[in-house]
């Protein structure tokens, strides 16, 4: 052996042995026998080509380490698009091959992922040939969830529900889930896939501070009537909810670096007003404007788990605080109204 240091995953990777004695709890997940941790990581972010690969895998390691077991991806995460299953693929056969059945593993299909007519929206011939795409990237016989990404206007519902049912009958997903389609569109697919006996098993839709559009559209109160678990994602805004904004654009901060995410103007002077109201709730409550936003998120009835995204496993394990913070009395549910 020589006495240059080695890489992480060339010493190979060893599971905490205490992963599930920590901090994380566990959630049912709507009607069903899953059980999601509160937070689960996702890798819309920081799971490309653009990130170092020690990086990425320095932080799934860490969120294993911490309890997580849910993974959320989409054909199209990078970049490049399928970039980011590719790595997963990778560090499932380096460090998690003995692991396999601990682990929920979610993948989407419903955005632009090749070109053509079949490369995008929900017909059975996208959604099919994505899905297979996806479990060669990742190196797997299945995944634990399937979801269609996004709703379609063209394709008839029946066609992709179809799809997803026969996809569960194939032994390629063994649940499937719905994100982002309007109430009527979601609730017509619930009633479809439980007469068909694969009962949609996940809603997925953005909920933060700031966006709390499936609360006001009864989106997801119509998800728990049905018995359907919700996971969040974008729960800080691309890290509006953090303090990296309260006094301005940091110069080496996503808005002033990557703009296609989060624009500089966003950020308007009622926007960092909310924003410096609710930071002064936070330090009222003892935690930080990030703790407090995911656990805003986590004390809705029918929230099952909240997607984050990380940079490190530094960030990541600062996320895990919420998972301590304390009740939200009446008052300060006020207090984090967006009006005023």
């Known amino acids: 052996m020589t006495m240059t240091k080695e890489k992480d995953y060339e010493r190979g990777y060893v599971a905490s042995p205490s992963r599930y004695d920590g901090v994380m709890s566990y959630r049912r997940c709507g009607r069903s026998g899953v059980l999601l941790p509160a937070l689960s990581l996702g ?33 199209n995460y990078g970049p490049a698009p399928g970039a980011a299953e590719q ?81 569960v009958r194939s032994g390629k997903a063994l649940y499937v889930g719905l994100s982002r389609w309007p109430k009527e569109a979601a609730e017509f697919g619930y009633s479809y896939l439980r007469a068909h006996d694969v009962p949609c098993l996940l809603y997925q839709g953005r909920l933060n501070l700031f966006d709390r559009a499936v ?50 103007d966003v950020l308007t002077p009622e926007t960092l007003a909310r924003i410096r109201r609710w930071n002064a709730v936070a330090e009222q409550r003892g935690e930080s404007l990030a703790s407090m936003a995911l656990s805003w998120i986590l004390h809705h009835q029918g929230v099952t788990s909240v997607i984050i995204g990380a940079s490190s496993p530094e960030q990541l394990h600062k996320n895990l605080a919420c998972l301590n913070s304390p009740a939200f009395s009446e008052e300060e549910v006020g207090e984090l109204k967006v009006e005023g």
Not at 49 to 55: F, G, W, Y
Not at 223 to 228: K, L
Not at 238 to 253: C, E, F, K, M, V
């Open 215 to 264: 609360e006001t559209s009864g989106i997801l109160d119509s998800a728990t009537a049905a018995g359907v678990g919700f996971i969040g994602f974008s729960p800080l805004a691309q890290g509006l909810l953090t303090d990296r904004y309260l006094n301005g654009i940091p110069a080496d901060s996503r808005m002033a670096h990557d703009p296609r995410y989060l624009k500089a």
């Open 87 to 167: 790595r997963l693929g990778r560090f499932l056969k380096d460090d998690f091959a003995a692991h396999r059945d601990e682990l929920f593993i979610a993948t989407k299909a419903a955005y632009d992922m090749w070109e053509g007519p079949y490369g995008s929206w929900a017909s059975r011939k996208h959604l099919m040939a994505s899905l297979d795409q996806s479990l060669r990237r990742l190196g797997l016989e299945y995944v634990d969830v399937f979801y269609c990404h996004r709703y379609d206007p063209e394709t008839p519902l029946e066609e992709t529900l179809q799809a997803l049912v026969d996809i």
């Open 43 to 75: 890798f819309w972010h920081n799971f490309g080509s653009v990130t170092p690969e020690d990086q990425s895998r320095s932080i799934v390691r860490a969120a294993f380490d911490a309890g997580i077991t849910h993974f959320d991806l989409a054909n």
